[in-house]
Every structure is written in C-alpha cells, then in structure tokens.
C-alpha cells in the first residue's frame, strides 16, 4: 500500500527526492561557473515531468515543498511545485550537499502541522539523511537515483532514529506509474 495521503496521528511523511539529471559537472566546470549553478538538462526536465506524475499516483498532496539553494535541485523543485498546484519552494540552505542533518531536523521540526514534507536535494547528502533520520547513523546506507525518491514516516520529533522507511522508488518504476 504506497499511497499517502494522510496523517496517522502524529506522524509526518517526509517526501525525499533526488534532482533530475544535469549538466555534466566536468563539461560545465569549463563554464568557469561555480558547480552551485549547475543547471538540469532539456531530458533532466522532460524526464522529472514523467517521474513527477507518476509520484502524485502514490502522493496525493504535498503541503510543504522545500529545496536545496542550488539550481539543479531548485528547478527540480519547480516542475514538482508546477505539478502539485503551484506550491511555494522554501530554500533550506540545511539541503546542501554540507548540510548538517541535526540542522536539517531542527527545521523539519517547524513544519510539524504539515502531512507531508517534500524535499529535494543531492547524493550522497540525502542517504546519509536518509540514514540518519532511520539509524542516527552518519554513514549512507540508501543511495537515491537522480529523479529517485523515498518516503519516510516520522512518528515524533525529527531527529536521529525518528524515522521509517515506508518506500523507496527508482524514476523507472514512477514513471511507469505515468502511464497507468
């Protein structure tokens, strides 16, 4: 049973996305931009799309959309936040591939009125969040595709060892979800 759409009693359901697939980080490093502007490629989008709409078969609603402040994982966000009626992106700098996962805890705690927290950053930050929120361990024992995502359910304050792993699904399989 994949589907969520709502809370059982105090637990929220944290969304984990990974960013679509981007620029090549060498051909782009040749730009002379900083890798933090590393943007999604024209399939990158048009692959999100697809994994995007399959998600919303197995999550009905998001009400909190949050993102990493850099632009691939930002314009991952959007084409969710287009899909899920035009939700607003909350930047959290705590989503960065450095972020400290006790600081991204310590706002997760500020949305606890949400059902469901959607979030979109980057490996192997994200499995060792993953990790983290399930284990308290600070090692990645999850690995997430690009455009890969799992679910968590957490049943008190977020923090270490707060968290359930209710699902895990690579893009392929959502975006055979599309088409159904």
């Not at 078969?57 to 969710?80: C, F, G, K, M, Y």
Request: glycine fraction near 6%.
């Amino acid at each position: 049973h994949l589907v969520t759409t709502t809370r059982d009693g105090d637990a929220m359901q944290l969304l984990i996305i990974r960013h679509g697939i981007a620029a090549d980080k060498f051909e782009f490093a040749r730009t002379g931009r900083d890798d933090t502007e590393r943007p999604l490629t024209k399939e990158g989008k048009r692959q999100m799309r697809r994994v995007v709409n399959g998600m919303r078969r197995v999550v009905r609603s998001i009400d909190v959309l949050a993102s990493s402040p850099l632009v691939r994982a930002a314009q991952t966000a959007s084409i969710v936040a287009n899909e899920y009626d035009e939700l607003f992106i909350h930047t959290v700098p705590e989503l960065s591939p450095e972020g400290e996962p006790a600081a991204f805890a310590r706002w997760l705690r500020t949305q606890r009125e949400a059902n469901v927290v959607a979030v979109v950053g980057h490996e192997p930050h994200l499995g060792m969040l993953t990790t983290w929120l399930m284990t308290g361990s600070r090692e990645s024992h999850v690995t997430l595709e690009k455009s890969g995502a799992c679910m968590l359910e957490i049943d008190e304050q977020p923090g270490a060892r707060s968290a359930t792993l209710q699902w895990s699904l690579t893009p392929e399989v959502m975006k055979r979800l599309s088409k159904k």
